[in-house]
């Protein structure tokens, strides 16, 4: 044990603070502070994320809408027949591919509709409710829309001239899915934003062109003349 002593003391000596005895035996060694080890650098890791993951904020199912009203040269009651005619539409609605009623009765028809446009084409079955100055269409069945409601209004166009309407045209839509959502644009663009030209079309083409249209301030004029 004197030896011992003797060589620890010895190993203090030479060494300093850094020399420390490891064992009972005397075992002399060296000692350095402990370091923690290095931290592991993160993982950057991407997860896998599904496109239509990606897409869904930017094309989540959403409902759009649209209103539009014109002064047109055509009488209230030549409007709705144009419009009420769902049969022929077929003709000149665009992007219309057929167009059948399947049942009509006061106040209440029922038609279906099949709409095309690349790369889908939707069938559907819609309600149509028909009042003397406005006409509703809802789909009710569709596998394409969540929601589909077109309005259509007639009133009075111009003081003085019965030959003129205005027509108050809204729509609102909504795709069940995003796959079809991404179409939104194109529906809106190329069957929604066109029709109500395709119906004064239409118009144009059963009664001839339309009646001069004559802004209220000539009105007023002729009359105080």
Not at 50 to 60: I, Q
Not at 62 to 82: D, I, L, P, T, W
Not at 119 to 144: F, K, T, W
Request: hydrophobic share 40%; glycine share 8%.
């Amino acid at each position: 044990m004197a030896g011992s002593t003797r060589g620890a003391a010895l190993g203090r000596a030479l060494l300093g603070d850094r020399g420390r005895c490891l064992s009972s035996c005397g075992v002399l060694a060296v000692c350095t502070p402990k370091q923690r080890p290095p931290a592991p650098a993160p993982i950057l890791s991407q997860q896998a994320r599904p496109f239509l993951h990606l897409a869904a904020p930017l094309m989540g199912n959403k409902r759009m809408e649209y209103s539009e009203a014109r002064v047109m040269g055509y009488s209230m009651k030549q409007m709705y027949n144009v419009v009420a005619n769902v049969e022929s539409y077929r003709l000149f609605v665009p992007w219309c591919n057929s167009s059948r009623v399947l049942s009509h009765r006061k106040g209440l028809m029922r038609a279906e509709l099949e709409v095309g446009f690349s790369p889908l084409v939707e069938r559907y079955i819609s309600e149509i409710s028909l009042s003397p100055h406005q006409i509703r269409a809802v789909c009710n069945d569709g596998r394409m829309f969540n929601h589909l409601e077109t309005l259509w209004r007639f009133g009075p166009g111009r003081p003085g001239q019965p030959d003129t309407c205005t027509l108050d045209f809204s729509v609102s839509f909504e795709f069940k899915s995003i796959l079809h959502s991404r179409l939104a644009t194109l529906f809106f663009d190329e069957v929604v934003k066109q029709m109500v030209t395709a119906f004064e079309a239409q118009a144009k083409k059963l009664f001839g062109p339309q009646a001069e249209v004559l802004p209220r301030q000539r009105l007023q004029a002729a009359r105080c003349g």
